[in-house]
């Protein structure tokens, strides 16, 4: 029933009630500890068509996890970009660093490298389509292995995913049956193709969420000075230009369409805020000028990441990430 009662709505600005997953009570497995990350967890995965797979993904569980798996925590999905692995996600986001995270479980997917140029999610141009490798039932089998074995609180599951690992945080927001699971969802840099570039629709025409009068909170974050995602699109191949993609989703939440501007983090970003079911910043895009392609941090991440992005920032995204996606939960 509790994926019934997940596709009704949101509530923001409230301690929300908690829903414990199955893996509520049972007992911890020896080789998770709290405060730690656990690499290399397999499980058997459908995701390659026509066969079992296994599939990899780094756990990490965060210092106030209960021992005894009886007290729900969130749960993230974070997703690397291509041709960088999980324990690089894990690196740059610092969703796992004690000093931003100390209760939110979080779970680094690993992209399979089975085609040039290498690691990487569906919905890329270079990807293969969905019916050799399909990365949404990956997730999905994640889901449900994770709230299975930890106590999870379903009603607090969020993504978040930096360039190609941004697609596959748009394929979860396009997908009717996977999007009802999140209470809200960001990307970071994020590449969104148009179909005329892609051997199949995926972000427009594919793209059907179906959200049934249901809101599904949406932070995106992207550099003004991005070279390898243009924040107009204007590459080869082209992307969908950064204001498009958003104004989409607005549309979806069914937001007003006045949007309120702050300019914050001492005028290096611009925030727009859309006021949608009531809540100002239900849809948020955060304009980062100066900026090229990755990841927000104030401490340098080393290469390709610094050439990339032009450099550390001011500020860092992920405690800002975690406390917009703490506003949120389902119900």
Not at 220 to 238: A, E, F, Q, R, W
Request: net charge negative; proline share 8%; with cysteine.
């Amino acid at each position: 029933m509790a994926p019934l009662t997940l596709a009704l709505g949101v509530l923001a600005g409230l301690t929300p009630l908690v829903l414990a997953s199955p893996g509520c009570g049972s007992s911890l497995p020896v080789k998770f500890k709290p405060g730690t990350s656990t690499t290399n967890v397999t499980i058997s995965s459908k995701s390659v068509i026509g066969k079992i797979t296994e599939r990899e993904y780094i756990l990490h569980l965060p210092a106030n996890y209960d021992p005894s798996n009886n007290k729900p925590a969130p749960l993230i999905f974070a997703f690397h970009g291509q041709l960088q692995p999980a324990r690089n996600m894990e690196k740059i986001s610092q969703l796992s660093d004690p000093n931003f995270n100390k209760d939110s479980i979080v779970v680094y997917p690993a992209g399979m490298d089975v085609q040039a140029p290498g690691v990487q999610w569906l919905g890329d141009v270079a990807a293969p389509n969905s019916s050799v490798i399909d990365d949404r039932i990956f997730v999905d089998e994640i889901r449900k292995n994770l709230t299975g074995t930890f106590c999870v609180d379903e009603r607090r599951l969020y993504a978040t995913g930096v360039s190609n690992g941004g697609s596959m945080v748009a394929l979860l927001m396009c997908d009717a049956t996977l999007n009802k699971h999140f209470a809200a969802v960001s990307t970071v840099g994020g590449a969104f193709y148009p179909d005329a570039v892609m051997t199949e629709p995926l972000y427009q025409a594919g793209c059907k969420p179906d959200l049934q009068g249901r809101a599904l909170p949406y932070l995106n974050l992207h550099g003004l000075s991005d070279k390898i995602v243009p924040y107009n699109g204007n590459n080869t191949p082209p992307f969908i230009p950064v204001r498009e993609w958003v104004d989409t989703w607005v549309a979806r939440d069914n937001c007003e369409s006045n949007y309120e501007t702050e300019v914050a983090e001492n005028g290096t970003v611009t925030d727009l805020k859309w006021k949608c079911h009531g809540h100002k910043d239900l849809v948020l895009h955060r304009e980062i000028k100066g900026y090229g392609h990755g990841w927000p941090s104030r401490v340098e991440q080393g290469e390709p990441f610094d050439s990339m992005s032009g450099g550390s920032t001011k500020w860092d995204a992920a405690p800002y990430i975690l406390n917009w996606f703490s506003k949120w939960a389902t119900y």
